[in-house]
């Protein structure tokens, strides 16, 4: 049975995430403790809340430095999850700038809405929340069982923009488009919720616990 | 593209399921987890969670409940009733909740939203606003706290404009008139929100058809629709209420 972290920075919702990773028939623990990084198969970066104050948690506990070590020098397969995704990245902006774990070579920019309507006001809202479609670019194994363009469950401000477009697996039309799943060796994130995308989610995160 | 979203919300007493009108005379009508259970295998795009007995008996969320809840949850969840501080916020995130609801808190704490939006970001932060024209003698519209006890004397479009520059993501827009009736969303007031605002609004109150829902998005540019009784009540399910606005060109998820 594959043991799975699911990375506890005291700001969002674990809960759920453990719930479905449970679901998927893996073991695993809620963990803000460096050290069980080493005991796992897996690891999950979930996500809500405000980038820098995230990070802030990370670095304070030691996770950070622990991440950036398991995935990077132990090939622990890592799965980010909305702001989890966006932490993966070299930099982020929401509330100041701040440096992410530099796991994927991107900068996460706040969405700008490109459509205005007679009245100058933007037609697409921001924050962008609720099920949109991802299409994807690139074979990828979390995408195994997928059909194209299946909605997803979004809510966010910001995303990830990757210097490197190979590192772009899926993308999603809103804001023009912008980087719906990510993918660097076994570094994945996902800006959508696959905890909260009912079946589809469920098959995601399966896919990425039987990598 | 994003799709326009069918929220069923769940109105809670305590341990009980209510139907209420004109926020008033609330019935019970079964349990929050039935309900919860019900709508997850509905296969529905969000859930509204309002424990509406929580300000008015002065107490907090019941997280217990919540986490309960939200353990049943494979889809998004918002929660509100009794959120009065960044730690009730921070309290419901951690039982599962998605997003946090914040209405009458606002105006007895009033940094809450602007607080909860910087440490937790404004994705989770939904600020309730309840509206109320019969309130008034004039028939003019202005936003009620406390389940309606309360004139804030505030315009409905100047309060959404305020909660969305101190960082709500997004509103849920209740008409205290509508609430209950299945008599339709108040669209004039719908529309004025939906127009002064950029963030996403969620219509709430008043919808008994589909119709109804099909209106609150023309008409009222509302980027979600919710209903309580109309899916507690009535043979209609939030699956044939987004077949029915996909039938009117209006994209949902199928």
């Known amino acids: 049975m594959q043991r799975i972290a699911i990375v506890d920075t005291g700001l969002c919702n674990v809960d759920s995430m453990w719930r479905a990773v449970d679901d998927c028939g893996a073991k695993s623990v809620v963990t803000d403790d460096p050290t069980d990084l080493a005991l796992v198969d897996k690891i999950v970066l979930p996500g809500v809340g405000a980038f820098a104050d995230a990070m802030d948690a990370l670095d304070d506990s030691g996770m950070a430095e622990a991440i950036v070590e398991n995935v990077r020098d132990h090939e622990v397969p890592v799965l980010g999850v909305c702001l989890g995704m966006q932490l993966l990245a070299t930099q982020g902006s929401e509330v100041r700038d701040t440096a992410g774990l530099g796991l994927i070579d991107a900068e996460v920019k706040r969405l700008v809405s490109n459509t205005a309507n007679s009245t100058g006001r933007a037609q697409e809202r921001i924050p962008h929340v609720g099920w949109n479609e991802v299409h994807p670019r690139a074979t990828s194994p979390l995408l195994s069982g997928i059909p194209d363009a299946t909605d997803f469950y979004f809510v966010h401000s910001f995303h990830m923009q990757c210097v490197d477009e190979r590192d772009v697996v899926a993308t999603t039309p809103y804001c023009g488009e912008f980087a719906s799943i990510v993918a660097r060796g076994h570094v994945f994130g996902t800006q959508f919720h696959p905890e909260k995308s009912q079946a589809m989610g469920r098959r995601l995160l399966r896919n990425f616990v039987d990598l | ?254």
Request: charged share 20%; with cysteine; glycine share 10%.
């Open chain 2, 1 to 254: 593209m994003l799709k326009l979203r069918v929220i069923p919300t769940i109105l809670s007493k305590g341990f009980t399921l209510v139907k209420g009108e004109r926020f008033d005379g609330a019935r019970a009508v079964g349990s929050p987890m039935q309900a919860v259970q019900v709508y997850n295998l509905r296969d529905v795009d969000e859930l509204c969670f309002f424990d509406i007995a929580a300000t008015s008996e002065g107490r907090g969320p019941d997280l217990a409940l919540i986490d309960e809840l939200a353990d049943k949850c494979q889809m998004p969840l918002t929660v509100g009733g009794g959120v009065h501080s960044v730690d009730d916020v921070r309290a419901l995130l951690a039982v599962g909740a998605d997003k946090v609801a914040v209405g009458s808190g606002q105006f007895d704490n009033p940094s809450l939203v602007r607080s909860a939006s910087e440490r937790f970001g404004a994705q989770c932060v939904v600020a309730v606003i309840d509206v109320w024209r019969g309130g008034n003698a004039d028939g003019v519209p202005t936003v009620w706290s406390h389940n309606a006890t309360r004139d804030t004397g505030f315009d409905p479009v100047e309060w959404a404009t305020d909660v969305a520059a101190m960082g709500a993501g997004e509103i849920v827009l209740q008409s205290v008139d509508h609430d209950g009736m299945m008599d339709g969303y108040d669209l004039a007031v719908l529309a004025a929100v939906t127009s002064a605002v950029d963030v996403p609004v969620i219509a709430s109150g008043g919808a008994g058809t589909f119709e109804h829902m099909v209106d609150a998005v023309r008409i009222g540019g509302a980027s979600a629709v919710a209903a309580a009784a109309m899916f507690h009540f009535t043979q209609h399910t939030p699956a044939e209420a987004r077949r029915h606005l996909a039938a009117a060109g209006i994209a949902t998820r199928s």
